[in-house]
């Protein structure tokens, strides 16, 4: 039963961070900056990495969700190839989740970009009447996207630097402040979630502060 309440308080947890991230994303969608440089891929590539199953993909729509709000729906077809877009980086994160290195974090960023920059683009094609719907039209406007692209890419891996980043940090100051090993330093991050009341020296021992 006692598992049970610290597993729960472990979700409550994981839920007020995933709350916090949520209005850091929409405070900054609605701040001033450059066209598509934003934190969404970023964050639901974090999410499939750290979060359960069920709140990584609910943490990038609720972001979109209450920042769209705001900002302004647009064409439902349109929106319907971009919220995907970012489930599909969720699923990205999945697998990051087991090949977690500083280069497969990068790529995963890069990747995401070239995703969002082929999937967005094709559904402006087929969805607008912008561009003509023949081979030269979708070149047109994969071509006029570009800048948009360069954008997408930085803010990709501006914000993957950032989340990754800080998480690493965290973990580095925990193994220090604690003088224990890697792979304990790991159980400890994810011991945040799932039994976040327990004394580290209850978890992995007594003979932890060598």
């Keep these: 039963m006692k598992d049970v309440i610290l597993s729960r308080k472990g979700k409550i947890l994981e839920f007020i961070f995933?709350?916090?991230?949520?209005s850091l994303i929409v405070i900054l969608r609605l701040l001033p900056h450059p066209p598509n440089f934003a934190p969404i891929a970023a964050i639901a590539l974090f999410g499939g990495v750290y979060?359960?199953?069920?709140?990584?993909?609910?943490?990038?729509?609720?972001a979109m969700i209450i920042s769209?709000?705001?900002?302004?729906?647009?064409?439902?077809?349109?929106?319907?190839f971009v919220y995907g877009s970012f489930l599909l980086f969720v699923i990205l994160g999945?697998?990051?989740?087991?090949?977690?290195?500083?280069?497969?974090?990068?790529g995963a960023a890069i990747i995401s970009a070239i995703l969002f920059f082929v999937i967005t683009n094709f559904a402006v094609w087929v969805f607008t009447p912008?561009?003509?719907?023949?081979?030269?039209?979708?070149?047109q406007c994969y071509l006029m996207a570009i800048p948009?692209?360069?954008?997408?890419?930085?803010?990709?891996?501006?914000?993957?630097?950032?989340?990754?980043?800080?998480?690493?940090?965290?973990?580095?100051?925990?193994?220090?402040?604690?003088?224990?090993t890697q792979?304990?330093?790991?159980?400890?991050?994810?011991?945040?979630?799932?039994?976040?009341?327990?004394?580290t020296e209850k978890v992995y021992g007594k003979n932890l502060r060598s």
């Design 130 to 139: 912008w561009y003509a719907k023949t081979f030269s039209g979708i070149i």
């Design 51 to 62: 979060f359960s199953r069920k709140l990584a993909f609910i943490l990038p729509m609720a």
């Design 68 to 80: 769209d709000i705001f900002i302004g729906y647009y064409e439902t077809s349109l929106m319907i």
């Design 183 to 199: 792979i304990a330093a790991n159980k400890c991050m994810k011991n945040l979630f799932i039994n976040p009341f327990v004394p």
């Design 148 to 180: 948009f692209f360069k954008n997408t890419l930085l803010g990709n891996l501006f914000y993957t630097t950032v989340l990754f980043g800080a998480y690493e940090i965290i973990e580095v100051w925990i193994r220090k402040k604690f003088r224990i």
């Design 18 to 22: 995933a709350s916090i991230l949520v």
């Design 94 to 106: 999945f697998w990051l989740k087991k090949h977690k290195k500083w280069y497969t974090i990068g």
